[in-house]
């Protein structure tokens, strides 16, 4: 009879495993993305129980890498926890590329891996990763936020719940617990009442009196400010915007928080930063702004545009966040402020009602807004002949249903996405989450398929949409048959120019040796197929103009595009090329 069916005085028995779920459930978790094997199986036992029972169930991932992407997509959707887990030795590292993107990016993530028994520690058990052997401790040491092996069932629940309030703090990131076979499937006792994580997590931060009031007077002093919203301003967005309506703002959004602004708002300027907007950089220059406020932000190269001291990076820096992780680069700004973007913009708004400016007038529109860089305008409105990337984006963001989950991949596909996506009608209300995603942290190819898989499971059927290119999905593409076996609603668009697009664009513009930038020519839509993927190849802009994405997106499971581009465009990439043609 198992342990967890046992008895203990007057209080049924559970393993660790079963602890763990009971937990993750009371945080409303619902799903564990991971591959199973010998050394996490007491923990796959524990999900069979709580799958029986209607609880928290497995969805498996084609390669561990896969299943941290999925847990960082499902933490995006859903605004809180992702959760993977894996088997110890190659299990385990092949984690690292997800969980190192989850820390790059700041997403709450709790990893889970097996190891060997503990009293084989030391003797060579197969695929150990102990202290003594492989130490996969040590290799997540500079990736996680809290990062131990639970080497004794006591420690479980204690670990566990530091665990949860780092990876939901201030600071959220992944955590890891390794967790030995023999500890994982040890019987504790199932009491009632089990402490509630909420007492365990971080509450969102108020800014200190003082801070706050240097923040309104300086504010206040100042007739030319640009508003720059960065991801952690999802969930205040729409009274930021409001906020720079009443006082005539420019309004500029960081890549990662593109989706958060209607892109024909008459005020926004556009993207700052990693494939950007010239307007949105000229928003930024002294002659427009004596101020910058900029919201939930780090100050990395994406968001800076290679850290450029005419705009983000001067003394005219005003930095706003929770997280102190953000700020701690913003050595030059006027003024750092930590706290929640929520409760300051509701006191500067208060601050600010009895000033109203006239806001300028919707503009009417040919179709993309009036920032998008004039080299790629007029092809982003071409209607027939070979498909042109920016067009491409473009269509695909009119003709997506209201409310899509939009995710590109690295490489050219978030090049064109960051420049070429416009989020919303003009005049249409903005969302009230963030629904464009790149995971351009830690930038590793393939990111967007695991994620939109996660973010399907996680987004109750609203549509899912992922662009990636032929590079990216010859790494990662099979994760697309874990959508297919949970019947999730996803578009896979495939850029299709057989190469390694960004790589091949790079070396031609910065003057490099063209070298190990060329792929085989994929028939991706056959290759969907074989896989059980309903498929489509498009070769031309009349026969993406034929396709019923209505109907597509209407009908169950996943559907992949095979889209042969024009791969002689060439993507919006300035920024990143000045960087790498920095010479000191």
Known sequence: MSSAATTGGTYPMLECGDLILRYLERMGIRFVFGVPG???????????????????????????????FMADGYARETGGLGVCCATAGPGATNLLTGVATAYADGLPMLVITGQTALNR???????????TSVDILSMFAKCTRYNTLVSHPDQLEP??????????????????????????????????????????ITQPLMPAPESMQLLIDEL???????????????????????????????????????????????????????????SATRALHQESADRILLVGAALDEVSTSGWDAETLMSERLVHLSSNPVHLARATMAQLVVQGEPKFVVEQLLRASRDSHQRVPAWQPTQGVPAYIDNRLKAGCLVKSGPVKPQALITYLSKQCPAGTRALFDSGNSFLWGIHCWNLGLPEQAPPNKNLFHIGIGFAPMGWAIGASVGMAMAAEGAPVLCVTGDGSYLMSGQELTAAVQENRNLLMVVLNDASLGMVRHGQALGGAERIANTLPRVDYAKLAEALGVESHCIASMEELYAL????????????????????????PMGARMKVLNQSD
């Not at 007491?42 to 169930?57: K, V």
């Open 38 to 68: 010998g050394s996490i199986e007491p923990f796959y036992n524990a999900l069979a129980r709580s799958e029986r029972r209607g609880g928290i169930r497995a969805v498996t991932a084609r390669h561990e890498t896969g299943a941290a």
């Open 121 to 131: 520690f030391g003797q060579g058990a197969l695929q150990e990763s102990s202290c």
């Open 159 to 200: 670990k566990l719940l530091q665990a949860l309030s780092h990876a939901l703090g201030q600071e959220p990131g992944p955590v890891h617990l390794s967790i030995p076979l023999d500890v994982m499937r040890h019987p504790v006792v199932d009491r009632p009442g089990l402490r509630h994580p909420d007492a365990f």
């Open 220 to 278: 206040s002093q100042k007739e030319r400010v640009a508003l720059v919203l960065g991801e952690g301003a999802a969930g205040s967005s729409q009274l930021w915007v409001q906020l720079a309506e009443q006082r005539n703002w420019s309004i500029v959004t960081t890549p990662r928080a593109k989706g958060l602004v209607n892109s024909f708002h008459p005020l926004y300027k556009g993207v700052f930063g990693f494939a950007g907007h010239d």
């Open 548 to 571: 019923d994405l209505d109907a597509i997106f209407e009908r169950p499971g996943p559907c992949l595009l095979d889209v042969r581009i024009d791969g002689d465009e060439v993507p």
